[in-house]
């Protein structure tokens, strides 16, 4: 099992580098749209499988899959916390703490969504 998650982790970890640029891309703003999005997505994610789980439609081991081994290297708290650093350092206080009190705030709805889109 332990094989599979890190493969799964593979799938996430590259994901997230692929949709990061992507938005990178095409976005014209300094804010981190890419992790935001990403962390966002990501939660909804496991707001989904976390109520399939519950309701015993995916087994622990889809759980372990793609909760634990894609969801944690999809998302990503060390860059999201980077990214907050770098926007202090560039002198956008406001943008930053816009950036820590929206993913905060919109994370936990976006899992209680995913939750409810689900029971």
């Known amino acids: 099992m ?9 799938v996430g970890a590259l994901m997230r ?3 990061g640029k992507i938005i990178a891309d095409n976005s014209k703003n300094t804010f981190p749209l890419g992790t935001f999005v990403i ?11 976390y109520a ?15 909760g634990v081994g894609f969801c944690g290297a999809y998302t990503t708290f ?8 770098q926007l202090v350092e560039k002198g956008m206080r406001k943008a930053a703490l816009f950036y820590v009190l929206l993913s905060a705030v919109l994370g936990v709805c976006f899992a209680w969504i995913g939750f409810l889109l689900c029971v």
Do not use: A, P
């Open 78 to 85: 060390s860059t999201f916390g980077f990214e907050t650093v």
């Open 2 to 10: 332990t094989v599979w998650i890190g493969l799964c982790g593979i």
């Open 17 to 19: 580098f692929f949709l």
């Open 52 to 66: 399939l789980h519950q309701k015993g439609s995916i087994s622990g081991d889809v759980w372990l899959l793609v």
């Open 39 to 49: 962390n966002l997505t990501g939660s909804l994610i496991l707001g989904v499988l």
